[in-house]
């Protein structure tokens, strides 16, 4: 029996329920503003779809897809209007706060964000992708088209000006990567 061979838009349907949340985050943390990141998170499954033809399975699918969502969020934060936009959306996460704890820990997610979102954005990328995408070093390197001693260098750097801005400190542990 032949096997069934599915339709581009059955595996692009797949794809943004797998990677859709995880790509929009990663914009969202990239440019700054939720509203527009879903207008890039479009413009990047819009991006897979009329390339999937063309994936070659050289990197893994998330691999390929972040590495367009990030080549798409550069292009937006090189144009003239991202950069004269005033970030007004903060990445915002539901969540329940029935008790003191998880309102603390959501306080200090809060203001890590805000630390984050300050840094230049050759760090914030690198900071996206490691900790909020999950992508070890090598796949960092391999979505940015750099060495993997360049992420490490630049997730050292974020991690220094991180620790600068970070006021209390408290509850907040400071993990080394192994790649």
């Not at 838009?9 to 797998?18: C, F, G, H, I, S």
């Not at 550069?74 to 915002?92: C, D, E, T, V, Y």
Request: proline fraction near 2%; glycine fraction near 6%.
């Amino acid at each position: 029996m032949d096997k069934l061979q599915q339709t581009a838009e059955a595996v692009l349907d797949q794809l943004m329920r797998e990677y859709g949340t995880r790509v929009l985050r990663l914009v969202t943390l990239m440019v700054k503003d939720r509203s527009l990141a879903e207008d890039i998170t479009q413009d990047v499954f819009l991006k897979v779809y009329r390339n999937l033809s063309r994936f070659r399975g050289e990197s893994s699918m998330h691999t390929w897809i972040y590495r367009i969502a990030v080549n798409e969020c550069k292009g937006h934060m090189r144009s003239w209007a991202f950069r004269n936009l005033l970030p007004h959306a903060w990445i915002q996460k539901a969540g329940e706060t029935t008790t003191e704890g998880i309102v603390l820990e959501r306080a200090a997610k809060d203001e890590l964000v805000r630390l984050v979102l300050k840094l230049p954005p050759l760090y914030r990328q690198v900071v996206a992708l490691h900790y909020y995408a999950e992508m070890s070093i090598g796949e960092v390197a391999d979505v940015l088209g750099v060495s993997e001693g360049t992420v490490r260098t630049r997730l050292h750097r974020a991690r220094e000006r991180l620790k600068e801005e970070w006021s209390t400190g408290e509850g907040f542990e400071w993990t080394e990567t192994n790649g």
